[in-house]
């Protein structure tokens, strides 16, 4: 079966088009990015932006002609945190059924904490457990599971599943007056993070992955030769640290291709990935390719198989 999988996250829109066979195989035709920031301004307003809005009909147009064009079976669309925290979805998912024949769904957070861990845990065969952590744009998912024979689950069982109302964009926007922040408003920031993260069972001895733009992102910079190995809880915190003394073009700066669409709230990013390692006793976390979109095609192959 070909699907096209379609992550519309509070920054981004991300596209994955996949083979998948019965077996949870699954094989990459295709994938896009791009940064649609439809979270702008939703934490204060609780609307989606008109102009936010309009950017993710031209991304999903795109994608539409994307799947046509390699003839997927299904067309599969998971909308998060700004999504769900918008009074006037219903204007996106009316114009996205209407102008495009599109379901666009939004999912609930712990939904898009198991299809996250689904995603990021199909990248590491060897495992059987791990805690997976998806830093968003409008909130962090933490999943812990396992590995298991259970295909009706798509062969995982979660153990735990948190969603957490903190994300790169929606922590910027609430606590950063300006960039870099002053230290009150970094100091806040951590604060918010700190609680949050007090209900939520952490196993350090577990291994981390990192299943976001965010973790991906940091894991270039702390290794360009290598992203793929595990990054190191003092890296970590050397890199938020600097990170929250530059301007957004300084971040840009660093490296333009990765950090274009997230120079402004990469540092709130990694700030809550500091604190989740200090928290929860992680020394290090492995960067996973995968996350949420190949959650979501594996999960409609598993469905339909």
Not at 181 to 199: F, K, M, Y
Not at 288 to 297: E, H, K, N, V
Request: glycine share 8%; aromatic share 4%; with cysteine.
């Amino acid at each position: 079966m070909r699907v096209a999988s379609i992550d519309i996250g509070t920054n981004t829109c991300l596209l994955l088009i996949a083979d998948v066979t019965p077996d949870g195989t699954l094989s990459v035709v295709y994938q896009e990015d791009c940064y649609t920031r439809l979270g702008q301004g939703v934490d204060g307003s609780k609307n989606l932006h008109p102009a936010a809005i309009e950017r993710v009909m031209t991304a999903l147009t795109a994608y539409k002609q994307q799947a046509d064009a390699h003839g997927v079976d299904a067309v599969v669309i998971g909308a998060t945190s700004a999504s769900r925290d918008a009074a006037n979805r219903h204007i996106l998912v009316g114009r996205a059924r209407d102008e495009l024949g599109l379901d666009y769904r939004v999912i609930a957070g712990e939904e898009e904490a198991r299809l996250s861990f689904l995603g990021a845990l199909s990248a590491f065969p060897d495992l059987d457990r791990a805690v997976v952590l998806d830093i968003g744009g409008g909130s962090t998912e933490l999943i812990t599971g396992r590995r298991t024979d259970d295909r009706a689950q798509g062969g995982i069982e979660i153990e735990h599943r948190v969603s957490l109302d903190v994300g790169a964009v929606r922590l910027t926007e609430r606590c950063f007056a300006t960039i870099p922040p002053s230290a009150s408003d970094i100091a806040t920031a951590r604060c918010l993070v700190a609680d949050a993260l007090t209900a939520v069972p952490l196993d350090g001895p577990l291994p981390l992955l990192g299943a976001s733009g965010t973790t991906r992102a940091l894991a270039k910079l702390v290794a360009p030769s290598n992203p793929w190995q595990d990054v190191p809880a003092a890296d970590i915190r050397v890199w938020s640290e600097r990170l929250l003394t530059l301007t957004p073009d300084a971040v840009l700066a660093l490296n333009p291709e990765i950090m274009h669409g997230r120079s402004d709230v990469l540092a709130a990013g990694v700030l809550i990935l500091d604190l989740v390692c200090t928290t929860g006793g992680f020394a290090a976390y492995r960067p996973s390719p995968r996350g949420l979109r190949y959650g979501l095609a594996l999960d409609w192959a598993l469905r339909h198989a």
